[in-house]
């Protein structure tokens, strides 16, 4: 038969397969993992290659438990909605298990298939969130329009009267008129977002983020800790430099806000690049994630349904605008913001796509 050879054609299989794929060894030791599990678990197959399959969980007695009956009986499981902390990152993953003894394998070993579920949950999630952000640019668009028409008018027309003034004196109100005029102004076109379309260009992301860090720590002091995860075989990334750091340094700024009152206050940086993964409901070949956590206290419950709207804020002297822009930013290129908050862990997932979108 002509063709390629099987094995190739297996390797592209289990390289592009979206089940993670695991292979343990008698000892539960890893044999194997396909680029989804490795994702998934956030490890590489070539530093997981023969470690414990537990040492890349967290909490998982229970689970390494149960591989090992069923490698003593051999005899293969499933299981539904398993929760599984992954020990690099603390993600939190939900998962359907499919275990299989490989009886036919030269010693005894374990075929674990996991089925991401947090990733259908994300897309429905995802795809709410896309609409939402729609129908709130649109409100604000429409709004912006009717305040900024008679607030020109409205300037216009208390600088005639500040020139017709006959006393002088009564000038510090009419400047009063002019100056508040020009701060609805302006906060209404930082409403708005910025309203250059993207001038996309090849971008090192982590200049940028390097510049929010700096710009951050600058402004927060030497005792805010920066940690740094970058993968540095990153392509770079097709897009509008300034606006992007604006966006990055928003969510940056936050997190240093946030972490005012923490001990020990620690942001970490960490970007990746994913294969296949989807952002709402579009598969992309290749999709940058930047992920930006910090120890605080978390999101205030009461706000983590809306925190990317428009005005809204947890902090008195906040005007609530940073993540809503930072939202139209990264949706204007393709991609999307996510945020996950627990008390001291909290974490905003930046995705992007770093290919042109795909079908399939
Ligand atoms: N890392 C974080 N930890 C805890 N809460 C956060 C975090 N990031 C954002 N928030 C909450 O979300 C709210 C909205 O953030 P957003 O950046 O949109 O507005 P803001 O920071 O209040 O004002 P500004 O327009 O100056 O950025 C914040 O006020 C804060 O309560
Ligand atoms: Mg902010």
């Not at 036919?104 to 089925?115: M, S, V």
């Not at 329009?145 to 607030?151: D, G, M, R, V, W």
């Not at 540095?232 to 936050?254: G, K, R, T």
């Not at 960490?270 to 994630?289: C, D, E, F, K, Y």
Request: aromatic content about 4%; glycine content about 6%; proline content about 6%.
């Amino acid at each position: 038969m002509n063709g390629p050879p099987v094995r190739n054609m297996l390797n592209a299989i289990l390289d592009h397969q979206t089940t993670s794929v695991v292979m343990v060894d008698e000892d539960l030791r890893v044999q194997y993992l396909n680029p989804a599990a490795e994702f998934l678990l956030a490890a590489s197959f070539e530093r997981a290659r023969g470690e414990r399959l537990g040492a890349l969980l967290r909490d998982s007695d229970a689970f390494i438990g149960e591989l090992s009956g069923a490698l003593r009986r051999s005899q293969g499981y499933t299981r539904r909605q398993l929760k599984l902390v992954t020990a690099a990152q603390h993600q939190r993953l939900t998962v359907d298990l499919t275990v299989t003894p490989l009886s036919d394998w030269e010693a005894p070993a374990l075929l674990l298939e996991l089925l991401p579920l947090d990733q259908v949950l994300r897309v429905h999630r995802e795809t709410q969130q896309q609409r939402v952000q729609e129908t709130t640019r649109e409100l604000v668009r429409g709004l912006a329009h009717e305040i900024k028409n008679p607030l020109g008018g409205l300037r216009g027309a208390a600088q005639l009267l500040d020139r017709a003034l006959a006393a002088p004196e009564l000038s510090e109100y009419t400047q009063i008129i002019i100056e508040e005029a020009d701060r609805l102004r302006s906060l209404v076109d930082r409403m708005l977002g910025p309203n250059k379309t993207p001038q996309a260009q090849p971008t090192n992301i982590h200049r940028l983020l390097e510049r929010a860090r700096q710009l951050t720590q600058a402004e927060h002091g030497e005792g805010l800790r920066f940690l740094r995860d970058y993968d540095p075989s990153l392509p770079e990334l097709s897009c509008d430099p300034d606006q992007l750091m604006q966006a990055l340094l928003n969510i940056v700024q936050n997190a240093a806000e946030a972490l005012e009152h923490t001990e020990r206050p620690t942001i970490t940086l960490r970007t990746r690049a994913l294969r296949q993964a989807s952002i709402g409901q579009q598969r992309h070949r290749l999709v940058l994630r930047i992920d930006i956590f910090d120890n605080g206290p978390g999101v205030p419950a009461a706000l983590s349904d809306q925190l990317f709207y428009p005005m809204v804020s947890g902090r008195a002297e906040g005007t609530g605008l940073g993540l809503s822009i930072a939202q139209t930013i990264v949706g204007r290129h393709g991609g999307i913001i996510e945020c996950d908050s627990h008390p001291g862990d909290t974490r905003f997932t930046l995705s992007l796509p770093l290919e042109q979108p795909h079908d399939g």
